[in-house]
């Protein structure tokens, strides 16, 4: 059961680590697996990047692409 001490554990977790996390993988080239996920969007298909960490993956789709997407933490 999800309980409110675990969830703010949870939350305090990720902060702790979202600094490093952000250095460790926002320059990571990705390329070839962004491509592949693109191949599975259709022509005007729009993309929701929950989660998206660092933003390198919505920075790459959306830069090249003109794809619509959404990004958020």
Not at 31 to 38: A, G, P, S, Y
């Amino acid at each position: 059961m999800l309980t409110k001490k675990r969830m703010d554990d949870t939350l305090n977790y990720y902060n702790s680590k979202a600094k490093d996390f952000f250095a460790d993988t926002a320059d990571v080239v990705f390329t070839e697996v962004q491509d592949i996920f693109l191949d599975y969007i259709p022509a005007g298909g729009r993309i929701l990047d929950f989660g998206c960490g660092s933003g390198r993956d919505t920075k790459y789709f959306i830069n090249p692409t003109g794809r619509f997407v959404i990004g958020g933490p």
